[in-house]
Nanobody
């Protein structure tokens, strides 16, 4: 059974950077996705990466600022977030197929 555990969230000022990690336990050959949910809003797609790492896709709002990667040898996926904006404040979730992590909070102050 696949389990996902996120880490790396925190509080930063606008313009700062964070790197989120998603440790995958159990065998999976699925894409790894990042979603986020801000207070009072629906969960939204942020980025995805294929199992091989060769295919990535981003939401328009983060395309030029975030970068998704994975290290299958370490069973870990990453979301590098640069030039953060207050609008990026949310709980960030890692997802693979039908499995979700518990999320990590990212707070960006103006």
């Amino acid at each position: 059974q696949v389990q996902l555990v996120e880490s790396g969230g925190g509080s930063v000022q606008a313009g700062g950077s964070l790197r989120l990690s998603c440790v995958v336990s159990g065998r999976t050959f699925s894409s790894i996705n990042w979603y986020r949910q801000a207070p009072g809003k629906e969960r939204e797609f942020v980025a995805t990466i294929s199992w091989s790492g060769g295919v990535t896709r981003y939401a328009d709002s983060v395309r030029d600022r975030f970068s998704i990667s994975r290290d299958n040898a370490e069973n870990t996926a990453y979301l590098q977030m640069n030039n953060l904006e207050p609008e990026d404040t949310a709980v960030y979730y890692c997802n693979s197929a039908t499995t979700w992590g518990r999320g990590t909070q990212v707070t960006v102050s103006a």
